[in-house]
């Protein structure tokens, strides 16, 4: 699945959690207003804690069902850093340590806020659980039905900014 994190990772699927804590930005009828401040608040350099950022995989085929669960670390993945910066426009850097061989990707990409969730390249979104100080907590989620069976994971991200 090393592959699976380096593709994802690098077309940015970052996903919704099923799982939310009170999200910084409420919900209500006027989110314009938290919108801008959590555009606001995300602002910079964010450094992603591939110690503790971690993955679950579930996939059903043919009646068996397999589980995984690891951090990003335990993936290969050494360095994440996603750069928000003003105008919607993001960089994310991720470096990958493949047996010794050190890979390092940047992508750029385009960014919207919709309430606590931030939409990037108008397709994959990472909602924002907490953002509390220098401490950011992402999390993201993606099902995918198969004709013979179901692929799902989330991802939960603790960033902290720079």
Request: net charge negative; charged share 25%; aromatic share 8%.
């Amino acid at each position: 699945t090393k592959t699976f994190i380096a593709l994802m990772l690098s077309f940015v699927a970052l996903m919704i959690s099923c799982k939310k804590d009170d999200p910084v930005i409420p919900d209500g009828t006027d989110t314009s207003d938290e919108q801008h401040d959590l555009a606001q608040l995300i602002l910079g350099t964010w450094d992603i804690d591939v110690n503790v950022s971690t993955m679950h995989e579930e996939e059903s085929f043919n009646g068996e069902t397999v589980i995984e669960d690891y951090t990003l670390l335990e993936e290969g993945m050494v360095e994440c850093q996603f750069i928000f910066r003003e105008g919607g426009k993001m960089t994310m850097i991720t470096v990958y340590d493949e047996n010794g061989q050190i890979q390092r990707y940047a992508d750029e990409l385009n960014y919207d806020i919709v309430d606590n969730t931030i939409v990037l390249d108008g397709s994959e979104t990472m909602v924002v659980t907490s953002i509390e100080g220098s401490r950011m907590i992402l999390d993201e989620h993606q099902t995918t039905t198969y004709s013979d069976g179901v692929y799902s994971w989330d991802m939960h991200l603790v960033c902290d900014k720079q």
